[in-house]
């Protein structure tokens, strides 16, 4: 089975930074596509971006492109999401998801395991 366990979030002005960590428990921590959703009150849950396992070439949604930032350490099953420029719409609470799957084409279905969740409150 695998575990996912994120950490980081907080409250941050706008125009500041964050990073999240996502800890992965399991075998094969390199096989699996890292991905990292974010769901505000009474919005569907959004894909936010992905890596593959070997970690080259992260894909990030228009929204977060340019700003945010994902990367692994495979030596440490874990995964960031550095969030630079953060808004007041990057609100959420943030959740890293680990997959078979594209990292362009992420989706809750293909989700094998969640973490918690992290708030992140980005403040005017």
């Known amino acids: 089975q695998v575990q996912l366990r994120e950490s980081g979030g907080g409250l941050v002005q706008a125009g500041g930074s964050l990073r999240l960590s996502c800890v992965f428990s399991?075998?094969?921590?390199?096989?699996?596509?890292m991905g990292w959703f974010r769901q505000a009150p009474g919005k569907e849950r959004e894909f936010v971006g992905a890596?593959?396992?070997?970690?080259?070439?992260?894909f990030y949604v228009d929204s977060v492109k340019g700003r945010f930032t994902i990367s692994r350490d495979n030596a440490k099953n874990t995964v960031y999401l550095q969030m630079n420029s953060l808004k007041p719409e990057d609100t959420a609470v943030y959740y890293c998801?680990?997959?078979?799957?594209?990292?362009?084409?992420?989706?809750?279905?293909?989700?094998?395991?969640w973490g918690q969740g992290t708030l992140v409150t980005v403040s005017s």
């Open positions: 399991g075998r094969t921590f390199s096989s699996y596509t």
């Open positions: 890596i593959s396992g070997t970690g080259g070439y992260p």
């Open positions: 998801a680990a997959g078979r799957t594209s990292i362009a084409t992420m989706t809750p279905s293909q989700v094998d395991a």
